[in-house]
T-cell receptor
Framework: DGGITQSPKYLFRKEGQNVTLSCEQN?????MYWYRQDPGQGLRLIYY???????QKGDIAEGYSVSREKKESFPLTVTSAQKNPTAFYLC????????????FGQGTRLTVV | GESVGLHLPTLSVQEGDNSIINCAYS??????FIWYKQESGKGPQFIID?????DKRQGQRVTVLLNKTVKHLSLQIAATQPGDSAVYFC????????????FGKGTTLSVSS
């Protein structure tokens, strides 16, 4: 079945550590996105990539980094520079530049302990 | 700044009633809009979309209305069921190179039996 997979579902991190969240899709989508969701809030865009080896910052990119070495994969690294990293992270993909439906993964809940 | 917003953070209805969830957007250049449903701890699921060359689009039990004059979007759910209880988000795409879907804050729909 085609879809978008995020792993792990739950992740705990100690303060000062970097952590990488995985996002893989087998939909052959060109564009991939990372969003952050805080309790009771909407989705805020962190980074997005419309083609392999290219990505752009979203509204809240500080403290995060990404790579897009393969079309299928768009990992997100939460660095120690992110001051409040505890949140629900969602990865999505679309056929092209976002002018079509975005398919979402099931999310990764990151908790800093 | 430009944003997608919803009028009410919560909406409570009785089972069988019709629900209307509203959304206001500010960017007149946006030409594609989507409604998503998000259940607790899960990724958003696509409900229905509409392009700016349309005023209305219907799906199964759902209708989306677009009023470009006042930049208003609404989602109507007919015969609301307990399974419809979730957070509903509207999202817009601004049809510009290098953009992504922008989400509103969401409306929590509670359906009581």
């Amino acid at each position: 079945d085609g879809g978008i997979t995020q792993s792990p579902k739950y992740l705990f991190r100690k303060e000062g550590q970097n952590v990488t969240l995985s996002c893989e899709q087998n939909l052959n989508h060109d564009a991939m996105y990372w969003y952050r969701q805080d309790p009771g809030q909407g989705l805020r865009l962190i980074y997005y990539s419309q083609i392999v080896n290219d990505f752009q910052k979203g509204d809240i990119a500080e403290g995060y980094s990404v790579s897009r070495e393969k079309k299928e994969s768009f990992p997100l690294t939460v660095t120690s520079a992110q001051k409040n990293p505890t949140a629900f992270y969602l990865c999505a993909s679309t056929w092209d530049r976002g002018n079509t439906e975005a398919f979402f993964g099931q999310g990764t809940r990151l908790t800093v302990v | 700044g430009e944003s997608v917003g919803l009028h009410l953070p919560t909406l409570s209805v009785q089972e069988g009633d019709n629900s209307i969830i509203n959304c206001a957007y500010s960017n007149s250049a946006s030409d594609y809009f989507i409604w998503y449903k998000q259940e607790s701890g899960k990724g958003p699921q696509f409900i229905i979309d509409i392009r700016s060359n349309m005023d209305k689009r219907q799906g199964q039990r759902v209708t989306v209305l677009l009023n470009k004059t006042v930049k208003h979007l609404s989602l109507q759910i007919a015969a609301t069921q307990p399974g419809d209880s979730a957070v509903y988000f509207c999202a817009e795409n601004r049809n510009q190179a290098g953009t992504a879907l922008i989400f509103g804050k969401g409306t929590t729909l509670s359906v009581s039996s």
